[in-house]
Every structure is written in structure tokens, then in C-alpha cells.
């Protein structure tokens, strides 16, 4: 693996001074051991989509209307990724069909048809009925942990922000990105929590800073294997590019309420670079290894069509060996010699 310089800073935190440079080896630790070369792929036997469709029961998809406030929010925050594109920004961060499709495959695949998947929808008080009406989890950690995922739902709209994400304390999948991996992120988390006894405790302790880096791990190595699955290098290779800065970001966004604005900035900005230098290496690793295989099937398939053209010609040669007239020939060519 190549090797990256990480740049050592010194953040204050909570009136101390820490490095944060010796953080990263153990992030960048966690994050390259990311992918199904670290156990069996849990994807070995998928069912079919028309047989999925059939079997399981239907995802349902809440489409946001347009609201003039978060729109105008949206563009707002945008307005730097435009600058620096050149206006080259999708204004169009609805699912496209492909992307719902495969999104329903992977929900109905590991039986979490029950999850709503809330596209661009801003609705809070309909996210505060299903709080309370949420059984899954217990009081205890719905009106403590939930009630601040709520807050932070209300004051940071991930329709504004385009951030995709699962609630488990409401058990709902927001849809705001466009992209497929995002989407089957927050979805993995969702099949994370509800394997879960403990859903509550587990979702409530997965919002502390660093320890939530162990659920993201969990969910992008689940769509690493998905894609694997189902040989979708698309895919694949768009959660090593977008997943893998995110995970480190989000997992250190928790800990920049105690921190100053610039090292709130300076965290974020080393946090996404090691984890873009960690997702383009694990994806050229994975192009080499799938342009070796793709070279060695080629090489087998070679190999096979020359012991087949081989196989043909000895038959020939043996079938001409016994045609009569070639044997009458022979015996003509005999008979002038003598």
C-alpha cells in the first residue's frame, strides 16, 4: 500500500491540546481493513429481482414536495461546490430509476422491507409521530439519544445538506443525495440495527464521536460485498471515492462541538483527504486484481480453445486415416511400385 503523509495538528479540545495526527493511524487502521477480503462475502447466494419482487414485501418510497426555504437553504450551501465546478453541480438529487431499483433489491435482500424511505422529505412532525410510535426501541433511549437525533433532524435538514442517512430511533431511510452510495450506506445501517437484540443501546452508542466509526465500517464493508456480489465495479468503486472520505469525516463531525471553527475545519479537511487517499488506493488494489482475473480467465479461455482446435484435428486426422479411398489410393501407389 502506498504510503501517506499525514499532516500531525494540534487542536484544542476542551481546553487541552491534542494531536490529532496521531489519531489518524488508527482510523486509517480501521478503514483499510474495509472490504470482503477480511471474511466470507455474506452476498454468496442472492435471489433473483423478479423473485424478490414476488416474495417481499413492497418498499415504500415519500417524495418531499418543493419548499421554497430549504430549496433556497440548498442552494446556499452549494454555492462553494459550484464555484469550484464551475456550475457543473446536478440540480437533480432525486434517485433515478436504476438507483431505486437496486436500492429495493438490497432492502428486500436482507428483510428490511419495513424501513420507509423518505426522499428529499422534510417533515417533522410526522418523524416525531413515528418516534413515539416506534416499538422497536426502548423508551429509555428514544426520549434521550432519539430526541437528539430529532433536534438535529430539525435544525440540519438533510434535504439541505444532501446527506443521506438512516434513523434507527424513528426507522425511517432519508434520500437526498441521488447517489446509489449513499443510499445503500444509510440502508446497510438500517440492516446493521435491525440484526441487532439491543437496537436502542447499540444506535444510541453508535452517535458518539470515534465509536461511530465502527457502525460506518460495518456498512460500507456490507455494500463493498454487495457490489463484489453482484460485479457492479460502478458501484464498488464509487463507495471507495465517496464512502471512504465520508466515513472518516462523519465519524469526527461529533467531536467539532468542542473544538475551535478553524479546528473544527482543520479536522475535517485531514479527516476527508486520508480517507480519499485511503479509498483510491484500496480501488486501484481492486483494478489490479480484477484486471489479473480478467487476464487469467482470458488465458484459461485461450487455453481451452486451443486443446479444442487440437482435439478437432487429431479427429480429422484420424477420420481421413480410415476413409476407403484414401486406402485404395495407398494400395494403388504400392501396386506401381511393385
Known amino acids: ?121 422534510y417533515d417533522p412532525l410526522g418523524e416525531w409521530k413515528r418516534l413515539y410510535e416506534n416499538d422497536e426501541i426502548a423508551p429509555v433511549w428514544k426520549y434521550t439519544a432519539g430526541t437528539f437525533t430529532m433536534i438535529n433532524y430539525m435544525i440540519m435538514p438533510g434535504r439541505v445538506l444532501k446527506r443521506d442517512d438512516y434513523n434507527p430511533f424513528t426507522n425511517s431511510l432519508y434520500v437526498n443525495s441521488g447517489r446509489l452510495s449513499d443510499s445503500l450506506h444509510a440502508a446497510a445501517y438500517a440492516k446493521d440495527v435491525h440484526n441487532r437484540q439491543a437496537s436502542g443501546a447499540y444506535a444510541a ?48 463531525v461529533p467531536a467539532g462541538f468542542f473544538m475551535t471553527p478553524v479546528a473544527n475545519i482543520a479536522l475535517a479537511v485531514s479527516g476527508g483527504a486520508v480517507g480519499y487517499a485511503v479509498g483510491r488506493t484500496v480501488e486501484q488494489q481492486r483494478q489490479a486484481e480484477r484486471k489479473a482475473a480478467e487476464e487469467a480467465e482470458s488465458g484459461d479461455e485461450k487455453s481451452e480453445e486451443s486443446l479444442v482446435k487440437m482435439a478437432a484435428h487429431e479427429n480429422v486426422v484420424e477420420e481421413e486415416s480410415r476413409d476407403p479411398r484414401r486406402e485404395r489410393l495407398d494400395d494403388d501407389r504400392s501396386s506401381r511400385r511393385e
Open 205 to 252: 452508542v453508535n452517535t458518539l464521536p470515534l465509536v461511530t466509526l465502527w457502525k460506518t465500517t460495518r456498512a460500507v464493508n456490507d455494500v463493498v460485498c454487495y457490489a463484489q456480489a453482484q460485479d457492479n465495479w460502478q458501484l464498488e468503486s464509487g463507495v471507495y471515492r465517496d464512502q471512504y472520505p465520508q466515513a472518516v469525516v462523519e465519524t469526527m
Open 1 to 121: 500500500m502506498e504510503a501517506v503523509k499525514l499532516l500531525a495538528v494540534d487542536l484544542t479540545f476542551s481546553g487541552r491540546t491534542v494531536a490529532v495526527g496521531r489519531l489518524w493511524p488508527a482510523l486509517l487502521l480501521t478503514v483499510t481493513f474495509v472490504g470482503c477480503a477480511s471474511g466470507p462475502n455474506p452476498y454468496q447466494h442472492l435471489t433473483a429481482r423478479d423473485e424478490l419482487r414476488e416474495s417481499s414485501d413492497a418498499i415504500t418510497f415519500k417524495y418531499g414536495k418543493p419548499n421554497i426555504v430549504l430549496d433556497g437553504m440548498q442552494k446556499v450551501v452549494e454555492l462553494p461546490s459550484r464555484l469550484l465546478l464551475g456550475g457543473r453541480l446536478s440540480d437533480n438529487h432525486t434517485p433515478s430509476e436504476e438507483t431505486r431499483e437496486t436500492l429495493t433489491d438490497y432492502m428486500q435482500q436482507n428483510n428490511i422491507a419495513d424501513v420507509p424511505v423518505m426522499v428529499n422529505q
